[in-house]
């Protein structure tokens, strides 16, 4: 809007933006509960480009900062976050001390065979079902970004059928598994 600023959406903007920020600040810091983004456009870029920029560091809490990443893709792109799995969290981690202990990196597991396998010897049912891997990566903030540059792991990402998600990782290996 062009013109003359109104005093009160001044001060009101700037008030959105500091429970925005401290929103997501305060998600941060709770350690593994990484709900909070902004309605606002504007303010809704922010908070990606925040989520992003601030390097986790804490292995202990790369899982939940991956989900939280995921969930901000989502919610950009207008889609309903995913949920945890506690059986797909399972089904990742064993997969991931799977490729790190055998010293592989593929789909296909030398002892579940193919995602779809695993979860079902996991007694996980399904409508539909996606893996992303990955390996080398530091931080949660770069696996993401290496998982959304890439076509395929991107679609997993924004797949509106899935509605949960699992996610591991162990010495360097990184998987989301997504169930629909």
């Given amino acids: 809007m062009f013109g003359k600023k109104r005093r009160g959406s001044e001060k009101t903007n700037r008030l959105t933006k500091r429970a925005a920020a401290f929103a997501v600040a305060a998600s941060l810091a709770v350690g593994g509960l990484y709900i909070a983004a902004p309605a606002e456009s504007a303010n809704a870029q922010t908070a990606y480009q925040t989520a992003y920029s601030k390097t986790t560091t804490d292995a202990a809490q790369f899982k ?14 207008g889609l309903r976050p995913l949920a945890v799995d506690a059986k797909a969290s399972r089904a990742s981690s064993l997969k991931a001390m799977d490729m790190s202990k055998k010293n592989y990196f593929d789909h296909t597991s030398p002892t579940y065979g193919s995602p779809f396998n695993l979860l079902k010897l996991q007694k996980i049912s ?15 903030e ?17 797949n509106p059928n899935f509605k949960s998600i699992g996610v591991s990782y162990h010495n360097g290996y990184w998987v989301q598994m997504f169930i629909g």
Avoid: D
Wanted: hydrophobic share 35%; glycine share 6%.
């Fill in 64 to 77: 939940a900062k991956v989900v939280y990443l995921v969930n901000l893709e989502r919610r950009k792109a």
């Fill in 142 to 158: 770069s696996v993401m970004q290496s998982w959304m540059k890439s076509e395929g792991h991107r679609r997993n990402i924004l």
């Fill in 126 to 140: 399904y409508r539909t079902a996606g893996e992303n891997i990955a390996m080398g990566q530091r931080s949660p």
